[in-house]
Structures are given as C-alpha cells and as structure tokens.
C-alpha cells in the first residue's frame, strides 16, 4: 500500500505544489505505469506456485516448457527461475506491450510539446517511482518470501489491472470529445484531464492490491488469474532412498540432432507454415515482409530446437529395485516415475534421429488411467485438484546409445 501511495503521489504533487504542466504529470504517471510492467515481468520467472490447468497446458514450445518441473539458482539472493513460468511471462509480454502503447496515448492527449525542463522533471519523477516500486518488489516479494505464494499468473493481476483501467481512461475520454464534438488535442481541459487520469489509474492499483490481498476473493479476475488459495504449490517427485542401480542419459550427438531436426520440424507447424507464407507475401513487392518473416522464423525454430534439447537432451533415466524415475540434470528435479507393478508393456518406438544414428527409444507404458485434460471448473477455481507428482505415467527413454540395461534393471527384458 505505501509504494502505491508513494508511486501515484510523486506526479500529484508534483503537479500541485511545483507548478507541473500536465505534459510532466501525465509524463511521470505513465513511467510509473512502466515501472510497473518492468517489475511484474521481473518477478514473474520466481513464482513458486503452479497454475491448477498449467500441467495440461498444450503446444510445441509453451506445453513442453508448461510441464517442466524444478527451476536453476541464478543468484544467492533470489529464488530459483522456474520454465514453466514461461508460458505465462510470454502473455505478460503481450499485455506489456498493449499497455505500453495505451499508456504512452494518455502522454500525448494534450498535444505536448516538451521542452528540456519538463522532460528533465519527466526522468526525475519517474526514476523516483520507479525506484519506489523497485524497492516494494524487494521488501515484499523477494526478502518478504511473496513469491513462495503466488504463481506467474497471479503475479500478472497487477499490469492486467493496470491494462484495463489505462485502456477504459483512453476510450472514455476520446468517445467523449467525439460525443462533445471535440477534434482538436487537447481534447479535454487540463485539470478535468489530470482529474480523470489520476482518480482513475490511482482506482485501479487500489482494486487491483484489494484484490491481491485477499486470499478469499471471488469474481472473474478470480476466474482468470486466480489468487493465492487457488494455485497449487510445488511438490516434488518422490524418489527411492537408495542409490540407483543404473544410470542412463541420451547419447548426447542424438539429443543435438533430434533438437535440430524439430527446430526445422517447425516449419510445418501452424506458426511456421503462416510466417512462410508472410515471407512468400514479401516477394511481391514488400521485402521487408520476406526480411521479417524469415528472421521471426528463425527465432522461433531456434527457440524450438532449444525447448526440444531442454525436453530430452538434459534428462538421465534412473532405475530403483521396482522404480523407474526420470530426473533433469539441469533443473535438479525429478520430472516423473514409474513404478515396475504398473507397467503394462514395453514397445520400440524409434524416432528419425534412432534409425540415422543407431540409437534406441522405448516406450513403457502404464496401466494405471491417466486422468483427464479436461476442466468442468472455473481456471481459478480452487476445486481443481493438484496433480499427483507420484502417478505411474508412461515413461520414454529417448536417444540411448542402449536400451538393455533399463530394461535388465526393471526386470523387463523379456518384454520388448
């Protein structure tokens, strides 16, 4: 409360007591505004907590990075990333940019012309709210532990917020200069202008801190971004106490290779099909279309080809007396298990990259009911129940240099 307070009074008396213009005003609210869509992003990779469908979450890039368990220590003095907080920092980047651009319309209603001295109050008032946001991100989210309970997606409450109270300000003053027969900027006079902007930016982070204070709230934003009962907390795979009695990891030039041959396998998926035809467009007269669509293509199967090597390459199958588990060597997580009773069958499924470079895949499969991708309830509802991290699910072992060994330690190798 103190930081929103702080934050939505640096321009307001600013305004009142050093004679700000309404250029300068606007100016340091909307940088406050930016201000807080660079600290929600920024704590957005840190959330502990899940999404109750994140599990279920589908696609190439953002389903694999969803389902991913365990997060890296990149400093000390923060808390683990998690990747599968990805899916949702990429909707934040989207709302990051509809904000920016709504945010930077409320700079320019009043028709500015800046001069050096009120660009200069510009860069001063919103290095102190940005700081004062800064400084409450620390206190309350990092030394304060908030990101132990909260998820990406409630962490981006604040910026949607935000969102919609920037997006209702610009629509509700240019329909009203339209009703009033206004067409010249300014549209409105300034201190209506500042009345209107401040009330209702300073509305907004107040609902929206109501809101994110209230583990028992209800309502669509419940619906939508959940709240602290909602989301589920990280629990981690069980692994057997002893040692395991073989250790086995994909060969790694097949893990590159296949990681490889899905970045271009990702030139006939929806997005990449769609930016091969915006390149195609391009030839016609619009190269920037062709220069655009092919770099965006590049990134995208490049990005691809990672999340791929991330999915299988860093993985290492780890087999017990009765329990097969499937363990991430960079996130230091165990991802799945499987126990020997609930192993239905064993078949060779052999990828492109298997038969080029003579390594193995295997499939054991469960014959316990995996249970279901469909949600009855509300996305935020606390009713949706956790996934059990401990469920026999299939497991692949994928790109082994030899796949007996998995097989003599599970007592399956008269299986297959």
């Not at 035809?277 to 770099?295: D, I, K, N």
């Not at 499924?349 to 316990?368: A, F, H, K």
Request: charged share 15%; with cysteine.
């Amino acid at each position: 409360m103190l930081a929103i307070l702080s934050a939505n009074g640096v321009p307001l008396i600013g305004f009142g007591l050093f004679d700000w213009s309404t250029t300068v005003f606007l100016g340091v609210l909307v940088l406050d505004i930016w201000a807080t869509v660079v600290w929600t992003l920024w704590k957005m990779p840190f959330a502990e907590k899940r999404p109750p469908a994140l599990h279920q979450r589908a696609g190439r890039i953002l389903g694999t990075l969803a389902q991913k368990r365990g997060g890296v220590s990149v400093l000390h003095s923060v808390p683990p990333v998690y990747p599968r907080n990805i899916p949702f920092i990429f909707v934040g980047f989207l709302n990051s940019v509809m904000l920016v651009a709504l945010s930077f319309v409320l700079l320019v209603l009043p028709y500015p012309a800046l001069t050096p001295e009120q660009l200069g109050w510009i860069l001063l008032g919103g290095l102190v709210v940005f700081l004062v946001r800064g400084v409450d991100t620390w206190r309350e989210y990092f030394r304060g532990r908030g990101y132990e309970r909260h998820s990406s997606r409630t962490v981006a409450l604040e910026q949607t917020q935000q969102l919609l109270a920037v997006g209702t300000l610009v629509g509700g003053i240019v329909t009203t200069a339209v009703v009033m027969g206004t067409t010249e900027p300014p549209f409105v006079g300034d201190y209506t202008l500042v009345a209107v902007v401040f009330l209702g930016k300073f509305g907004a982070d107040l609902r929206a801190w109501h809101i994110g204070s209230d583990p028992d709230r209800r309502g669509w934003f419940t619906r939508i971004y959940g709240s602290p009962n909602t989301e589920h907390p990280f629990v981690s795979v069980t692994v057997p106490a002893e040692d395991p009695t073989v250790r086995v990891r994909p060969a790694l030039p097949a893990a590159l290779a296949d990681a490889l041959f899905h970045g271009v396998l990702y030139l006939f998926s929806s997005v990449g099909l769609l930016l091969v035809l915006l390149a195609l467009t391009g030839l016609f007269g619009a190269p920037v279309l062709t220069v655009g669509g092919l770099a965006i293509l590049g990134v995208f199967m490049a990005i691809r080809a990672v999340v791929r090597y991330l999915h299988v390459g860093t993985l290492e199958y780890q087999c017990y007396d009765d329990t097969i588990v499937v363990y991430d060597t960079v996130l230091d997580e165990p991802q799945a298990r499987l126990e020997r009773w609930s192993i239905a069958d064993v078949s060779a499924s052999p990828t492109v990259v298997d038969r080029l470079g003579g390594t193995e895949t295997i499939t054991l499969e469960s014959r316990v009911e995996q249970e279901s991708s469909r949600i009855s309830a509300p996305i935020g509802s606390a009713e949706i129940p956790a996934p059990d991290p401990d469920a026999n699910r299939p497991v692949t072992v994928a790109l082994v240099s030899d796949a007996a060994p998995v097989l003599d330690a599970m007592g399956l190798d008269d299986r297959l």
